[in-house]
């Protein structure tokens, strides 16, 4: 039996430590916000936050998730969505939008790590996350959407204006 | 399309052609036609046509016919139908459709219930507008008769029918059963000028359970005591399982069963995980297969046989003569490589086989095909057969094919329960139906003053539509035609393009379909015939043969001392259209402007879909390493229906071609593919995505392809940037060949 927490939810399943916390996400507790993309860490598209630090859920064994926080995208914006997923809409990002919950996780974890990320900050983080789609220069919009609203004093870092869209 | 679509066509869109009646009217039903079947309808619901249902509690329900893979159709369609319904496209309840010959798409070339071939809007543009008009108009004398007023009087405006005089409003659920006894009238649809919802940039529909994690798509199918299963496939192409040992594998946790279907060898257990595991241990013996398909057998077979005279395509002057007194001529092999799609939703579907009912989920392109397949397979009749539609993790052509739901009914006949059939990314990239390589010879000639006097070009590939049309065409006869005589004709047709005198449009498109207006022209096409599975991949034969005509053309241009710009424009002053979207690339792009140290720009241009796109590349050379700086693109798609969507498609196209003409391909070693996963077959990432400007035509001409069209520029604008920066052409994709070996620890 391992007990880790979901979302804000304790959950517990009877699986062997060694199965990948994906399938347990997406076959014991039902949450299939979470996707399967390369099961090899390649692609990003299942990456969710095991103690607030994202990892690929593929490649991390569901033991290793063990008395820990799980945050998957069902739980980021279940109370209201959050500011990275408002952006995301603003900017009409998605388009299949299987890896886009991969794509926001991320976001949210780069924008936590550094409030205020550069052009070139963002790009080396989300770069680990394909999108076969394409929607590439619309995700890096709705991250400097989000930088772009904080207010002046936020973040604690210079805050230059960010060039707004490519388009 | 034709221009009269009527109101017999509406009816015939409306009322399905394959057993299944959807539409509920009054004058129908005294007309003794059958009652509707439109799941959950219910009387006093008005469903006007095969798209659109009114309840009595106000629910707008739009039912989207064309499949969501990402390309926009849940939010363009919409906007097609509330545009002539006046009704905010929000409001709408989207559902997406079941099969039904009411839903065949009006595409010539498609011609059955599919999405493909950046038909969607093109073909929908008009019958849904209309159906919005018939459907506001039969509301708007429903209305009329309850104010006791003249139809003059009303008004249908956001969801509701106003009393202009008086200013009493009521909902369209209010007049919803009342609307329904009204006969259809006759419509005329509104100019492109007074468009309220068509030409606007609303945010996608779908936007909100993308975002969330609710969206569901065919791998997130769950319904009651679901096994899983995954499939052992032949590891070369053309094995066959000889025999398997599962003794192993059925001591393994969770397995159900282990058995042999048409594709291999099926593992079925309860979860994934347990599925996967289990078919590892599973030792299967293949026969040997077609081992000698390897890459550089072929690429000699093509290259030997593109030397050879071929079936003419077109031909126009004499460019044997022309050449005679050219002052320069060039020659040029190309090559393009066989892509995967990789959807980054991996293939899967889901089947219940039980009691002579069949029930089929399916992330697919095709849901005519899928349920055919399901006919094939279960020996049902279509009225047994159940299908339910998915979101699509991506398509790109590859879920027009079968395979993956073929599996499923197989597995699920066997076990009696429902099952899904998921594929590992390993699967998918080694059991694909491919971008067909191509191999191209061509020859040019100038003249002393710069002209491109004469053209000739012979291309060598496989045929998509003859391996994979007569399922198409099988599935498209009517359903009284006895099954034999469909497979009859689907063989013939398949036969006769392959190398029986008819040559497949896409093997050619985007070659012989150039627009230059060059006096002495010749294509010819040699089909190969061998086995590797080939398929539709985004813009199709555009995909390879844009690349090499558009980046010989500059080799041309260069031996004739011409700018590649200017003499291009020289040559499409026939083709206006597409002369001002390649002006209007050159203008946004400062072509002829000087770009800082070290960067070069490359333009190129292609009609496909019926659409008009340029594309100007800003490169440098970094090492052996290419670096794609900026694209401008101007698309000319007729009516912009939704401007931003149009953008993301072209976005899109450019970053799915630019991972192809960089690095991508799928080579052949022992009649296996190399390839296994995203680290060998890698598409663009985000650090490598160059800055994208796309510029949308305004125009009030029928609207034409969207999510196909912006890819076949790219890899020529970018190679002949290259060839710029080089002065050495670019001949073959990808590009970087034998650098893709990129960090694979990341």
Request: net charge neutral.
């Amino acid at each position: 039996m391992i007990t880790f927490v979901v979302n804000g939810v304790s959950r517990s399943v009877e699986v062997p430590e060694d199965v990948p916390l994906l399938w347990v996400l997406r076959e014991e507790l039902g949450l299939t916000g979470t996707k399967f993309g390369c099961g090899a860490a390649l692609c990003g598209a299942c990456t969710v936050h095991l103690d607030g630090s994202p990892v690929r859920s593929c490649v991390t064994r569901v033991g290793e998730a063990g008395g820990k926080q799980v945050l998957t995208i069902e739980g980021l914006g279940a109370a209201t969505l959050h500011e990275v997923q408002k952006a995301w809409i603003a900017e009409n990002v998605p388009q299949c939008g299987y890896c886009q919950p991969g794509q926001i996780l991320s976001a949210v974890a780069l924008l936590k790590a550094k409030r205020r990320p550069t052009p070139e900050d963002i790009d080396a983080v989300l770069d680990a996350n394909l999108c076969r789609c394409g929607t590439y220069p619309r995700i890096r919009r709705a991250i400097g959407r989000v930088v772009g609203a904080l207010a002046p004093d936020e973040g604690g870092e210079q805050h230059e204006k960010k060039e707004e869209t490519h388009r | 399309m034709s221009a009269q679509l009527t109101r017999r066509d509406l009816l015939r869109a409306s009322l399905g052609l394959g057993g299944a009646f959807l539409l509920e009217l009054g004058g129908c039903a005294a007309n003794g036609l059958p009652a509707p079947v439109q799941p959950g309808a219910r009387p006093g619901d008005f469903v006007p046509s095969a798209w659109l249902r009114i309840t009595p509690d106000d629910k707008v329900i739009f039912t989207l016919d064309r499949v969501e893979m990402g390309q926009g159709t849940m939010t363009s369609h919409a906007q097609l139908l509330a545009d002539e319904l006046e009704i905010d496209p929000a409001r709408f309840v989207i559902e997406l459709a079941g099969a039904n010959r009411a839903y065949d798409n009006q595409d010539p070339q498609l011609g059955l219930q599919s999405t493909g071939g950046s038909s969607s809007v093109r073909t929908s543009y008009e019958p849904l507008r209309r159906a919005g008009a018939v459907a506001r108009e039969m509301l708007r004398r429903a209305a009329a008769k309850r104010f006791t007023a003249s139809l003059d009087d009303c008004r249908a405006e956001e969801g509701t029918l106003l009393h202009v005089p008086s200013g009493r409003r009521l909902r369209y659920g209010e007049l919803a059963a009342d609307a329904a006894r009204e006969v259809i009238p006759e419509v005329t649809l509104k100019p492109a000028e007074k468009h309220t919802w068509i030409g606007k940039s609303i945010t996608r529909l779908d936007a909100r359970t993308k975002v969330d994690g609710s969206a569901v798509y065919g791998i997130d199918v769950s319904v009651p005591d679901l096994l899983v299963a995954v499939v052992l496939r032949p590891p070369r192409l053309g094995a066959q399982v000889v025999a398997f040992d599962d003794r192993a594998a059925r001591a393994m946790p969770g397995v159900v069963d282990v058995f042999r279907i048409p594709q291999g060898v099926a593992v079925v257990a309860h979860r994934y995980w347990q599925a996967t595991r289990a078919a590892a241990a599973v030792k299967v013996d293949w026969t040997e297969g077609e081992i000698w398909v390897d890459s550089d057998t072929l690429r000699k077979m093509y290259v030997d046989r593109v030397k050879l005279p071929a079936t003419l395509v077109r031909s126009h002057g004499n460019v044997g003569s022309a050449e005679r007194e050219a002052a320069h001529t060039i020659e040029a092999l190309h090559e393009a490589p066989y892509l995967a799609h990789a959807t980054m939703e991996p293939q899967n579907a889901t089947a219940i086989v039980v009691n002579d009912r069949c029930e089929v989920w399916a992330p697919t392109q095709a849901p005519a095909l899928t349920r055919e397949a399901a006919r094939r397979v279960t020996g049902l009749p279509y009225a047994s057969i159940d299908f339910h539609q998915t979101l699509l993790g991506g398509g790109f052509g590859r879920r027009g094919f079968q395979d993956y739901v073929e599996e499923a009914l197989h597995i699920a006949m066997r076990v009696k329960k429902p099952v899904k059939v998921i594929w590992s990314r390993e699967d998918d990239m080694r059991s694909s139906m491919y971008r067909p390589m191509a191999v191209s010879w061509a020859r040019g000639a100038v003249d002393a003053r710069g002209n491109i006097v004469s053209w000739s070009q012979r291309i060598a590939s496989q045929t998509v539509v003859g391996e994979t049309g007569p399922e198409w065409l099988q599935s498209i006869v009517p359903s009284g035609v006895p099954h034999p005589l469909k497979q009859l004709g689907g063989r013939l047709a398949g036969g006769l393009l392959n190398g029986n005198g008819v040559v497949d449009p896409t093997n050619v498109e985007g070659a012989s379909t150039m627009a230059y207006d060059i006096p002495n022209l010749r294509f010819e096409h040699a089909v190969m015939r061998h086995p590797v599975p080939v398929g539709a991949w985004r813009s199709v034969g555009n995909s390879q043969n844009v690349f090499f005509t558009e980046t010989f053309f500059d080799e041309l241009a260069r031996a004739g001392g011409k700018d590649p710009f200017v003499l291009r424009r020289e040559l499409l002053a026939k083709a206006p259209r597409q002369r001002a979207v390649l002006e209007l690339a050159a203008e946004k792009a400062g072509w002829g402007k000087a770009l800082p140290k070290g960067r070069f720009r490359g333009i190129a241009q292609s009609k496909s879909f019926e659409t008009h796109c340029a594309e100007v590349a800003e490169v440098s050379i970094e090492g052996k390493d290419v670096r794609v700086h900026r694209v401008v693109a101007v698309v000319d798609c007729g009516v912009a229906v939704n401007p931003d969507l149009i953008r993301a498609q072209i976005e899109s196209a450019i970053i799915f071609g630019l991972g192809a003409a960089l690095r991508q391909e799928i080579t052949w070693k022992r009649g296996a593919v190399e390839q296994s996963n995203f680290h060998d077959f890698e598409p663009l990432r985000m650090a490598e995505t160059p800055e994208i400007e796309v510029h949308v035509v305004p125009s009030t001409e029928s609207p034409t392809g969207v999510g196909e069209p912006g890819l076949p520029p790219i890899a020529p604008a970018v190679a002949n940037a290259i060839l710029a920066a080089t002065g050495r052409p670019v001949r073959a994709m990808p590009f970087t060949r034998g650098l893709a070996a990129k960090d694979q620890a990341r």
